[in-house]
C-alpha cells in the first residue's frame, strides 16, 4: 500500500457509476461520516476519501466493483452508534464510506407472519413507527437509534436480551453483496421461520462488522408488544447470582428485564440529570431494575404484574437478598437506566468496558476489579451498571476530567478488567462487537481454529480486502 493521495479520477470514476449527488467528497464536509454519533473514547478523528449512498442493491455492486477496480477500501456505515471504532474511516483520507441512508425505503410489515423485510439503512424507530400499527416491534432496547444492517452486523443486545434474546435470535434472513470476484449477492431473505434447508448463511452476517459483505435487506422475526408492564428497583447489597435465579423462577416468562446500577453510577446520573434517587438514604450498593411484562390481551394486568414483582421482591427480603424496593412507573425506573451513561460521561473521563462473564460469576468479578482499581489507581471509581441477568455488565471507571488516566494507568485498568474477564471464560465484548478498539483481545481470546476459520471466510468472501474498517482482526491490507 502506497501512501499517496488517491488522485480525483478515482472518486470521478465513482461519481460516474452512481451520479454525482451519491458521492460525497471532503469538500462537502464529511463530520457526520468521519466522527461517530457518540465520542468513542479511544479513537480518533476519521477522514474519508469520500462517501458512497447507493439507493439499491444494484447501486451497492456497483460500489464493490469500483473498490476492487481501483483497491480502494470500504467500511460500510449505517448510523453510525457503533462502540468499537469500526463504522468511521481511519485519517489517511484513502478509505471510502458506504453509508447506508438511502437503502431504507417503507418496511414491507407481514402481521399474519410476524416478519418484516427492511432495508439495511431503516433506523430502528422508523421500524418501530411502521410496526406499532400492527401490535408489533423488534424488542431489542437501547437508548440509541441504529440501522436494521448495523444491528445484524453488531448483533446488538440491550436490556430485554433476558427475555427476547440479541439480534441474531431475531434474524431470518440476509441480502448481502460480496466483494468477491463475481460481486456476488447472497439473496437469503426468507421469512420462514421453519426452514432448516442446509446452511443457514443470512446468519454468516450476524457480528460480521462489515467484513464479509454489504447487508443490504433483513428479514426478521418479530414479537407482540406488550400490553401491560411493571417495574420495580430493589436495594441490594450484591445479590450475587442468587436474585437472578429466585426473580427467574418467581415472574417465569413475564420477567423481561433484570438491570443493575452501581451507586457510584446512579449517584452519578442523578447529580447530572437531575433525577431522584427513590431509596431514603441515598443509592445502595446495587440497585436492580426488574421487570414484569405482558402481551397476552386476556393476560394479567398492570395491578397483576404489579402484585406478581410484590410476591418476588417479598421472597428476595426474607431470603435476605433484598434490603428495600419500590413500585416505580415504567417511564421513571427507565429514566433512571438510560441517564447512566450520559451522567458518567458528565462526570468525568469515562473508561469503558463492555465484558460478561457466567452470572454466577459477577460478584466475584465486580469485587475483584473494584479491589484492584482501588489498590493502582485510587483516584478512579468503577461506576459499572449493566445487564444483570444476562450476564452482561458495562464496566465503566471513571476518573476526574481534570486529572485523567494517564496511559500506564489507562493500560493497568485494561489488565485489570480484561484479566478478571479471562479468568472466569468471559467475553471481552459482551454485545459491542469487534472492531479496531479490541483487535487485539479477539487475536489473544479467540481459539487458533476459529480465527483460521474466520480468516478463510474473510478470504473467501472478500479475497482483495476491500471490505471493512483496517483496524478489523481479519482486515488485512488491500493487496495490490
Ligand atoms: C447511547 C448508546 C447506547 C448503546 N447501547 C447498546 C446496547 O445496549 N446494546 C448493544 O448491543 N449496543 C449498544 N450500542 C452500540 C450500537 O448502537 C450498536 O452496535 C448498533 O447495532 C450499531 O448500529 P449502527 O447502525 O449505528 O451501525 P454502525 O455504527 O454504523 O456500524 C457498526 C458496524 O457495523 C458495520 N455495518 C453497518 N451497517 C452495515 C451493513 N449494512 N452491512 C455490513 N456492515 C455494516 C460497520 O462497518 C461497523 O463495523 C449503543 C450505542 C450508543 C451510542
Redesign the pocket.
Known amino acids: 500500500v502506497t501512501a499517496a493521495p488517491v488522485p480525483d479520477h478515482v472518486i470521478d470514476d465513482l461519481a460516474a457509476r452512481l451520479g454525482p449527488s451519491s458521492v460525497l467528497r471532503p469538500e462537502d464536509g464529511l463530520d457526520a461520516y468521519d466522527l461517530?454519533?457518540?465520542p468513542v473514547p479511544g479513537t480518533g478523528r476519521g477522514r474519508a476519501l469520500c462517501v458512497a449512498r447507493p439507493r439499491s442493491t444494484a447501486e451497492v455492486r456497483e460500489v464493490l466493483s469500483w473498490a476492487r477496480r481501483h483497491r480502494v477500501r470500504v467500511?460500510?456505515?449505517?448510523?453510525?452508534?457503533?462502540?468499537?471504532g469500526?463504522?468511521t474511516p481511519p485519517p489517511d483520507q484513502r478509505v471510502a464510506v458506504l453509508s447506508?441512508e438511502l437503502?431504507a425505503g417503507p418496511p414491507t410489515v407481514d402481521p399474519v407472519d410476524r416478519t418484516v423485510v427492511a432495508g439495511?439503512?431503516t433506523?430502528l424507530s422508523a421500524l418501530d413507527a411502521a410496526l406499532a400499527p400492527y401490535g408489533l416491534w423488534l424488542p431489542?432496547?437501547?437508548?440509541?437509534d441504529?440501522?436494521?444492517?448495523?444491528?445484524?452486523?453488531?448483533?446488538?443486545?440491550?436490556?430485554r436480551m433476558i427475555r427476547h434474546g440479541?439480534?441474531r435470535r431475531h434474524v431470518l434472513g440476509v441480502e448481502?453483496v460480496l466483494a468477491d470476484d463475481a460481486v456476488t449477492v447472497v439473496e437469503d431473505l426468507s421469512t420462514l421461520r421453519k426452514d432448516n434447508a442446509g446452511l443457514d448463511l443470512a446468519h454468516l452476517?450476524v457480528g460480521?462488522?462489515?467484513?464479509?459483505?454489504?447487508?443490504?435487506k433483513v428479514a426478521l422475526d418479530l414479537d407482540r408488544r406488550p400490553r401491560a408492564r411493571a417495574t420495580a428497583l430493589v436495594a441490594t447489597a450484591d445479590p450475587g447470582h442468587r436474585l437472578t435465579v429466585l426473580f427467574e423462577a418467581h415472574l417465569g416468562e413475564h420477567l423481561s428485564a433484570l438491570e443493575a446500577m452501581s451507586a457510584e453510577a446512579v449517584s452519578m446520573a442523578s447529580e447530572a440529570r437531575g433525577l431522584r434517587v427513590p431509596f431514603a438514604g441515598g443509592p445502595p450498593p446495587l440497585t436492580m431494575l426488574v421487570e414484569a411484562s405482558t402481551t397476552a390481551a386476556g393476560g394479567p394486568g398492570v395491578a397483576d404484574l404489579e402484585a406478581l414483582l410484590a410476591g418476588a421482591v417479598e421472597a428476595a427480603t426474607s431470603d435476605g437478598l433484598a434490603a428495600d424496593a419500590v413500585l416505580a412507573p415504567p417511564g421513571e425506573a427507565w429514566a433512571l437506566r438510560h441517564a447512566l451513561?450520559?451522567g458518567l460521561r458528565r462526570h468525568g473521563q469515562v473508561l469503558g468496558f463492555?465484558v460478561s462473564v457466567p452470572r454466577r460469576e459477577l460478584g466475584p468479578f465486580r469485587a475483584e476489579v473494584r479491589a484492584a482499581v482501588a489498590h493502582w489507581v485510587p483516584r478512579a471509581v468503577v461506576a459499572d451498571f449493566g445487564?444483570w441477568g444476562d450476564g452482561g455488565i458495562h464496566c465503566n471507571v471513571v476518573l476526574p476530567a481534570t486529572d485523567p488516566a494517564s496511559e500506564d494507568e489507562r493500560r493497568r485498568i485494561r489488565e485489570i478488567v480484561y484479566g478478571a474477564v479471562a479468568a472466569r471464560n468471559g467475553s471481552f465484548s459482551a454485545?459491542?462487537?469487534i472492531?479496531p478498539l479490541n483487535a487485539d483481545l479477539w487475536e489473544q481470546h479467540t481459539p487458533d481454529g476459529a480465527r483460521a476459520l474466520s480468516r478463510r471466510l474473510k478470504d473467501l468472501m472478500d479475497p482483495l480486502g476491500v471490505l471493512?474498517?483496517p483496524g478489523?482482526p481479519y482486515g488485512e491490507p488491500v493487496s495490490g
Do not use: C, K, W, Y
Not at 431489542?140 to 440509541?144: E, F
Not at 460480521?208 to 443490504?216: E, H, K, P, R, V
Open positions: 461517530p454519533a457518540r467500511v460500510p456505515q449505517g448510523a453510525n452508534t457503533g462502540l468499537v469500526a463504522s447506508t437503502l439495511a439503512g433506523r431489542i432496547d437501547l437508548a440509541a441504529p440501522t436494521v444492517g448495523g444491528m445484524v452486523a453488531t448483533n446488538t443486545g440491550g436490556a440479541d439480534v448481502a452476517f460480521s462488522a462489515g467484513a464479509l459483505g454489504i447487508i443490504t451513561t450520559e463492555d445487564h454485545e459491542h462487537g472492531g471493512g474498517h478489523l
